[in-house]
């Protein structure tokens, strides 16, 4: 992959789906846990394991908890900060984060607190983004990039990176010296639209499909047949990423590069 090609960030919650991403040639992982719940912070030993296992990127997500308000607290913002110690001693190659005030602004302060702590390593600023004001776009650009994030993960203030994809296009034209990245809803039959417009250089995807099938080194998810349930998520049968979406995607993004 040249350094002109279109990158794939693929958003994982397990070792299965990551090999599959790395398989499939995604550029970058973006770990998480609990992506039923948006992604929240992985655990380190996932983190640890993978890193033996793949040579591509792992950035961990540091979200502690549930919840579209964005809004920590600061014992919350300790836990956050300890997270971050402990995913970069085992490894973590970046770190993705966001954080709100009660006026869905940009939370200047907590993002300093992070950055300072995360000394240099590369920190993506997530879809808390999309909570903010679409007419202060630019200016919270400007706030992100100050704050030294090196990336935006952006659906253009909608339910999907498609639907928003004319204010993506937008930011991505204005703000060239920050890598916008769409994410949200990105599948294989609206890729090629979303490249078309918005002139992205990385996109974020999961690239699922459904589990049950081994996928790639013999390591698969499976959805069993019974009555007990775990948590309301059980209700939808379990994704996983699938290495075949990811290749798919990957030869899209080489074509319309």
């Given at each position: 992959m ?6 794939l960030e ?11 991403a ?6 970058r ?15 380190p030993?996932t983190?640890k ?5 793949i040579?591509i990127p792992i950035y961990?997500m540091?979200r502690p908890r ?5 809004i920590?607290s600061?014992?919350e913002m ?5 997270d971050l ?6 490894g973590a190659?970046g ?6 005030t009660?006026?869905r ?7 300093q607190?992070?950055?300072e ?9 997530h879809?808390?983004?999309d909570l903010t004001?679409p007419q202060?776009?630019?200016?919270n650009?400007?706030i ?6 090196k990336?935006?993960?952006s659906?253009?203030?909608r339910?999907?990176a498609?639907?928003?994809?004319e204010?993506?296009?937008?930011l991505?034209?204005k703000h060239r010296?920050m890598?916008i990245?769409?994410g949200a809803?990105i599948?294989?039959?609206n ?5 078309t417009?918005t002139k992205?250089?990385?996109?974020h995807?999961s690239?699922?499909a459904?589990a049950?099938?081994i996928t790639t080194?013999g ?8 009555d007990?349930t775990?948590?309301k998520?059980d209700v ?6 699938d ?5 798919r995607?990957v030869n899209i993004?080489?074509?319309?590069k």
């Open positions: 040249s350094s002109s090609d279109i990158k693929v958003c994982v919650d397990s070792v299965a789906s990551a090999l599959a790395s398989e499939g040639g995604a550029t992982i973006e770990l998480c846990s609990a992506l039923t719940e948006g992604g929240l912070t992985p655990s030993g983190l394991t993978l890193k033996d296992l040579n961990c540091l549930r919840g579209n308000d964005f920590y600061n014992v300790d836990a956050v900060l300890l110690e402990i995913l970069r001693t085992h190659d770190f993705v984060f966001g954080a709100l009660e006026q602004a940009i939370d200047v302060e907590k993002c607190r992070l950055m702590r995360a000394a240099g390593m590369p920190v993506t600023f879809r808390a983004f004001n202060l776009m630019h200016e650009v400007t992100i990039k100050e704050l030294g994030f990336r935006l993960l659906s253009g203030f339910a999907t498609i639907e928003g994809s204010n993506l296009a937008q991505i034209a010296d890598i990245m769409p809803g599948s294989v039959s890729l090629d639209e979303l490249l417009t992205c250089v990385e996109f995807a690239a699922q459904a049950g099938s080194n390591e698969g998810v499976a959805n069993m047949d019974c007990v775990m948590g998520q939808d049968p379990c994704t996983i990423t290495v075949n979406v990811v290749r995607m993004a080489m074509a319309a």
